[in-house]
């Protein structure tokens, strides 16, 4: 079983509709959650960074993080064609600099 | 402020070839780290470099090795290529201190070996 579990899509939406994006981790000693998008060919780009549980807004992107359950969610509100992109989820332990550990990503793409 | 640069974009190689990958880290970040990201996958951790040592090791060969130099960035180095060496490579920074921060990735640099 793999530490981080994401649905890998495809998942299509259209324009302006509210994208939810999930993962769940079975190592209890995860307490940074990180979402990234990542267009084709390139690198990942940070959208989100949260600590422990709770939400956390920017923009459009909530992330939630619920660790009694071990889940956490990505919502994109108003979704546009330019958020067609792979998102992956990544959480790490809260020690020092430890490694993240990705999902597999979830291929969105925003049909106008 | 440029983030995070790695160089070449892409490299095309032969089997059993070695080749040399290198990641300039974004501004004020002092760690290095390097994933493998196979077509389709998820990013795996390769190692991690803090104060030009070696801090952290996922589950790769030693065919695997890095170097960080004392301005930040790093080099990988893979010996012997396999054809499953095919992969994009990434390479993260961040702050090295208590807590750590949030990682910020470069563009990649897309290996082939033929």
């Known amino acids: 079983q793999k530490e981080v579990e994401q649905d890998p899509g495809p998942l299509s939406v259209p324009e302006g509709a509210i994208v939810s994006l999930n993962c769940t981790y079975s190592n209890s000693a995860f307490q940074y959650f990180m979402w990234y998008r990542q267009y084709s060919r390139k690198g990942p780009e940070l959208l989100m960074y949260t600590y422990s549980s709770g939400n956390k807004e920017d923009g459009r992107f909530t992330a939630q993080v619920d660790k009694s359950s071990k889940y956490i969610s990505l919502f994109i509100r108003d979704s546009q064609p330019s958020d067609s992109a792979t998102y992956l989820c990544?959480?790490?332990?809260?020690?020092?600099?430890?490694?993240?550990?990705f999902g597999t990503g979830t291929r969105l793409t925003i049909i106008p | 402020d440029a983030g995070v640069t790695q160089s070449p974009t892409h490299l095309i190689k032969t089997r059993g070839q070695q080749v040399t990958l290198r990641c300039s880290p974004k501004s004020g970040h002092d760690t290095v780290s390097w994933y493998q990201q196979a077509l389709g996958q998820g990013p795996q951790f390769i190692f991690q470099y803090y104060e030009e040592e070696e801090r952290q090791r996922g589950n790769f060969p030693d065919r695997f090795s890095g170097h960080q130099f004392p301005n930040y960035s790093s080099e990988l180095n893979v010996n012997a290529l396999l054809l499953g060496d095919s992969a994009l490579y990434l390479c993260?920074?961040?702050?090295?201190?208590?807590?750590?921060?949030?990682?910020?990735f470069g563009q990649g640099t897309r290996l082939t070996v033929v």
């Open positions: 990544a959480m790490r332990a809260n020690f020092g600099n430890e490694k993240l550990t």
């Open positions: 993260a920074s961040s702050f090295g201190g208590q807590g750590g921060t949030e990682a910020f």
